[in-house]
Every structure is written in structure tokens, then in C-alpha cells.
């Protein structure tokens, strides 16, 4: 089993920035593939960015290229989402997952974040 726990959401201006954050538990961290995803209201959820065990491979949706930088302390259980330059398309529950098997088999129950214009 693994637990996530998402922090950072919030409401933030058009241009503005926000860092998400993931605690992970019950399981070694620093062997999963950690990944964030996003729901929109009326949408499907998407895949945002995912980041490997190490921290060396990271891959990102063309939407948020740029942008956004996903990252890792293997040291604090933690993987971390930096969302720079936001835009109101960004506003959707955040979730951080976990990469078992080569599937997303954990999640966290998400955090919100609201960008406005």
C-alpha cells in the first residue's frame, strides 16, 4: 500500500505561481515512478508530468511544457510540482500518483487549484 497526501493548491492570479507538494508513505518512495495529473470541471483527467526514480527522467504534457518542473527528495519522501506562469486553463484538482508495475496504481485525493484572470 501507499499513501499520498497532496499540499501547495490554493487560488492563485493569471501569471502567478504555485508549489504542489506530495508526501509519500508505506512503501520505498525512491523505487516508483511518481507522476501528477489534473481534473477540470466537466473534463477527463489528464496526465501533467511524471518523474522516475531517480529524478534523472522527467516528461511533461505539451500544455504545461515550459512551465511547470517536476522534481523529487527521495531523502523526504516528497515529489514536488512548480507551476510558473498560470494560466486560468490551469484551474483543476491536482493529483499525485504512484507508478507500480507500469501502472498508476496509487493516488492521493488531490488538491485544488484555482487560477483566475
Known amino acids: 500500500q501507499v499513501q499520498l497526501v497532496e499540499s501547495g493548491g490554493g487560488l492563485v492570479q493569471a501569471g502567478g505561481s504555485l508549489r504542489l507538494s506530495c508526501a509519500a508513505s508505506?512503501?520505498?518512495?525512491?523505487?516508483?515512478?511518481m507522476g501528477w495529473f489534473r481534473q477540470a470541471p466537466g473534463k477527463e483527467r489528464e496526465f501533467v508530468a511524471h518523474?522516475?526514480?531517480?529524478?534523472?527522467?522527467?516528461y511533461y504534457a505539451d500544455s504545461v511544457k515550459g512551465r511547470f518542473t517536476i522534481s523529487r527528495d527521495n531523502a523526504k519522501n516528497t515529489v514536488y510540482l512548480q507551476m510558473n506562469s498560470l494560466k486560468p486553463e490551469d484551474t483543476a484538482l491536482y493529483y499525485c500518483?504512484?507508478?507500480?508495475?507500469?501502472?498508476?496504481?496509487?493516488w492521493g485525493q488531490g488538491t485544488q487549484v484555482t487560477v483566475s484572470s
Open positions: 500518483a504512484a507508478n507500480i508495475g507500469s501502472s498508476w496504481s496509487y
Open positions: 508505506g512503501r520505498t518512495f525512491s523505487s516508483m515512478t
Open positions: 518523474i522516475n526514480w531517480s529524478g534523472g527522467t522527467t
